[in-house]
């Protein structure tokens, strides 16, 4: 039984396509580059500046306490130094749905948002930031849910108040729309003008930056603080930065048709199996449990966080059970990212580049190296950087082709560098930044260095800091965290990077900062 569906790329795309107008006749004739924002902010673009990053945020309240809003609270005394903040995605668990944007992000998140003072009174299809905030989407801000799934749970609501249920995910009626509730908060949604008259006015009102590509959305704080498309790119200080929407790009690679493909098949059929069995196991468990009591109420924190890691696995193995040849891979977003990072490489005010997306290709958390869709991510990416070293080995030299990569998926905060993986994502610095609020894990059994298979076990990154879930029992400790970036002047620029931790432990908050390091 599927309580959460994960729309095919395809769909995806054609959807987010139509509410942004893509390509549209007037948009085409007025020379308008519907993936390229200026940021306005009445910043002077030093290249000295700072940023902050989260990631897999959009919790509610967890029985007594709130690890998003803390993490938000930690977050205010750099607003000032920080010229914005990126957001790697899962804006809205657990199904990115409009319900819950007052809950699980508009409340934690009120001092960025003009009006911010009276939160109740902000729709989340109205949201205006104060400070520039970039988010892309996540895997949960496209999830939807079978019609009945909402029936179910509405029904069973006041039943699960009553009795203080377990596992109550932040599911209600209804799911993300194929990710139409995302597309409403943060992209100008220009589906929503019926006549050329409207969007024309509105084009001449807020596309009026210009740069090489043509003219473009000129993002105003305070004023007007949508973004263009589900991917795009901005310039701060002399750095590129290229948004990704991974969620596109993540579809599995197709099983072989031979025997050894059968055999893969009929283990990961079988896999889905025993973990849908321990599903049904942990449930059992929590009917069990009286949340009234301190230590009950901390197991049933641990199986509603296990038992969504389980799903995880399992749409996972779903995805390459029903992927094949035909499988939509959005080849348009990935040529349009080479053909960009090979323009950037090209322009000499450029001294820097920094991609961000949520799905990472390299990470130690428990549960995500071995999925099929790390491993698509991984293949794909590399792909583009191969061909875009190809494209501009002369400029780059030495120089990886990315400075920094920024991901979230993974519920912790991880700092790692590839070694010599044979391919254009060699000797780079990622950062994976999913620990800002929702249910986090642990780092993998294995350890620190990741292997891959090229015709024996071959080393290709190295974590070297790990953030996220340790411990058992009474002393478990949950470190929810973000991260501000620092940039410095100069070719290749230098980033130092200050982690910042608001750790649950024994039912107390503590916050303290990790020692900055420098890449």
């Keep these: 039984m599927t309580f959460v569906i994960d729309p095919d790329s395809a769909t995806k795309i054609a959807k987010m396509q139509q509410r942004v107008r893509w390509r549209d006749r007037l948009i085409a004739q007025k020379n308008i ?23 897999d945020t959009g919790s509610g309240y967890h029985r007594g306490h709130n690890p998003q809003r803390k993490i938000a609270e930690q977050m205010l005394p750099h607003r000032q130094d920080c010229r914005f903040v990126l957001h790697t995605g899962d804006v809205i668990y657990l199904v990115g749905s ?212 389980l799903a995880e696995i399992i749409r996972d193995i779903t995805k390459q059970l029903t992927v094949d040849e035909t499988s939509f891979s959005d080849r348009e977003q990935l040529e349009w990212l080479e ?21 990472p290709p390299y990470v130690t958390e428990a549960t995500k190296w071995h999925q099929a869709q790390t491993l698509a991510i991984r293949h ?49 610095n990622w950062i994976v930044c999913g620990g800002s609020g929702f249910s986090l894990r642990r780092q993998r059994l294995e350890g620190s260095e990741l292997l891959e298979n090229l015709g024996h076990p071959y080393p290709v990154a190295h974590s070297k800091l790990f953030i996220g879930r340790s411990g058992q029992g009474s002393q478990k400790r949950r470190p929810y965290s973000f991260i501000r970036i620092d940039v410095k002047d100069g070719s290749p620029p230098q980033f130092t990077v200050r982690p910042y931790v608001a750790e649950w432990y024994q039912r107390r908050w503590k916050e303290y900062a990790v020692n900055p390091f420098t890449i």
Aim: charged share 25%.
């Design 33 to 55: 580059d519907q993936t390229t924002l200026v940021l306005d902010d009445g910043s002077d673009d030093s290249p000295d500046f700072s940023f902050m990053v989260i990631g």
């Design 98 to 309: 409009s319900e819950y944007y007052p809950k699980n992000f508009i409340e934690p998140y009120r001092e960025f948002l003009a009006g911010g003072d009276r939160p109740s009174r902000i729709t989340y299809d109205q949201m205006t930031f104060n400070q520039p905030f970039l988010p892309i989407p996540g895997n949960h801000d496209y999830y939807d849910m079978p019609w009945w799934s909402g029936a179910i749970a509405q029904a069973a609501s006041p039943f699960r108040y009553l009795v203080r249920d377990r596992l109550d995910l932040d599911i209600g009626w209804h799911g993300s729309g194929q990710g139409n509730a995302y597309a409403q908060a943060f992209l100008d949604y220009l589906k929503r003008f019926n006549t050329d008259a409207e969007l024309e006015h509105h084009l001449d009102q807020h596309y009026t930056a210009k740069t090489d590509a043509g003219r473009c959305l000129r993002y105003q704080p305070g004023e007007f603080t949508r973004l263009p498309n589900r991917y795009y790119t901005f310039q701060a200080g002399g750095i590129d930065f290229f948004a990704l929407d991974s969620n596109t790009f993540n579809a599995p690679l197709p099983l072989p048709k031979n025997l050894a493909g059968e055999e893969a098949r009929q283990a990961l059929s079988q896999k889905r199996n025993e973990l849908e069995q321990e599903q049904r196991s942990l449930l059992e468990q929590a009917d069990r449990l009286d949340c009234k009591q301190p230590e009950q109420e901390e197991q049933w924190n641990d199986i509603q966080a296990k038992v969504e890691q």
């Design 339 to 359: 053909q960009r990072l090979i323009k950037s490489w090209n322009t000499d005010s450029v001294r820097g580049r920094i991609l961000y997306f949520h799905h």
């Design 380 to 428: 794909r990416l590399r792909q583009v950087l191969d061909a875009v070293a190809k494209a501009v080995s002369k400029k780059a030299g030495d120089r990886p082709i990315v400075d920094l990569v920024i991901n979230g998926h993974a519920h912790c905060l991880e700092y790692l560098r590839t070694a010599n993986t044979k391919h254009a994502d060699s000797d780079m």
